[in-house]
């Protein structure tokens, strides 16, 4: 079996993840590691077997070796190198956002559609087989015309403070579902109004309220608490509602599909996203990153999701930051 060489720009705790993912994929082979920390990228080099090191990502993309990049650098660090590997001919896995303004995504969309590699942004959800089984009942007529969506995905507060002073709610958790609404129900958002509360010394809010009208005409609210208690069992409360004209879906994610009570506590790992099954991590990220590989592999642009999708769903999350900013609508 022919092995899709791939790389990884930014070695954080995702870029971890990543490294894990590909690992128990066939058909890709770690081929290098990029990062500026000598020391964490001889750390993970080591862990994972990668072949070759890089402190500049313009050295890694020369590599005519290399075909393909996974981008996990902080959100507002993903515009310059999503393009250099795009205009260097590798295939590039974006994680999301897709970055931090419009302007940024506008220049990685137009670089995407002029470079022979693919590109494709991380929106993980759409590979959460519940959220997947909810596409497919939808596009089946199941439920008629989507009228209102009800998004909830709350953090507890030793989470939300670890990335609080890089990303805020909004934008860090809320584009997962603003990015699930839209792909549901085949419409965008033309309004947003949010609210947001703050009462930690972080850079970003610790909790924000989204509310979009689509062009369909469905009203769509999202909640993205990033302070529950630090006693909750769960890193994450995970739940969608979609009603139609002729019927609903409800997807309750992760708490408490799986309980542990023991000496220490009471704690629900996750069982969808990257559980690690017989000593391999398996679940969505590892499906996502699997799909990628394999597009590169047999040559066939993704499609699961497009560059302009998560765009849009960028765009949403900035519009609503702004109403939160300003207390006004904001029309998208």
């Known amino acids: 079996m022919k092995k899709v060489k791939h790389g990884i720009l930014g070695l954080g705790w995702f870029g971890e993840k990543h490294c894990e993912a590909l690992a128990a994929i066939p058909n890709v082979e770690l081929y290098a590691v990029c990062t500026r920390n000598s020391e964490r990228l001889a750390e993970v080099a080591k862990k994972f077997g990668a072949k070759k090191i890089f402190t500049d990502y313009h050295a890694m993309l020369a590599d005519p070796e290399l075909e393909s990049v996974s981008i996990t650098t902080m959100w ?14 590798k295939h590039v896995f974006l994680e999301k956002p897709m970055a931090s303004t ?20 991380g ?44 990303i805020g709610p909004i934008i860090g ?11 549901f129900s085949g419409s965008r958002a033309v309004s ?33 608490v990033w302070c529950l208690p630090d006693t909750t069992p769960f890193q994450i409360d995970e739940r969608l509602e979609i009603v139609g004209t002729e019927g609903s879906i409800s997807i309750h ?38 799909y990628f590989v394999n597009c590169v592999a047999i040559g066939e642009k993704p499609t699961v999701i497009t560059p302009e999708e998560s765009r849009e769903a960028v765009r949403a999350c900035l519009a ?4 939160a900013r300003t207390g006004q609508v904001v029309k998208i």
Not at 320 to 323: P, R, T
Request: with cysteine; glycine share 6%; proline share 4%.
């Open 173 to 183: 958790d809320g584009v997962h579902d603003t990015d699930l609404m839209f792909w």
């Open 192 to 224: 947003a109004y949010a609210q947001t509360v703050q009462f930690r010394q972080h850079a970003n809010p610790d909790l924000g309220h989204v509310m979009y009208r689509l062009e369909s005409g469905a009203s769509c609210i999202l909640e993205s």
């Open 253 to 290: 994610d992760t708490h408490p599909n799986l309980m542990i009570v023991d000496s220490k506590g009471t704690r629900c790992p996750d069982t969808t996203y990257w559980p690690t099954i017989h000593g391999q991590l398996r679940g969505a990220l590892r499906d996502e990153l699997a």
């Open 123 to 166: 929106h993980i959800c759409r590979f959460n087989p519940r959220y997947a089984a909810a596409k497919q009942e939808i596009e089946a007529g199941k439920i008629g015309r989507i009228i209102s969506m009800y998004a909830r995905r709350n953090l507890p507060a030793w989470v939300g403070a670890s990335v609080l002073d890089k």
């Open 102 to 121: 419009v302007a940024d995504c506008d220049a990685i969309v137009s670089a995407a559609n002029a470079a022979k590699g693919f590109l494709m942004v």
């Open 76 to 89: 507002d660090q993903h515009a310059a190198p999503a393009v250099a590997a795009l205009q260097a001919g």
């Open 320 to 323: 609503a930051e702004e109403s």
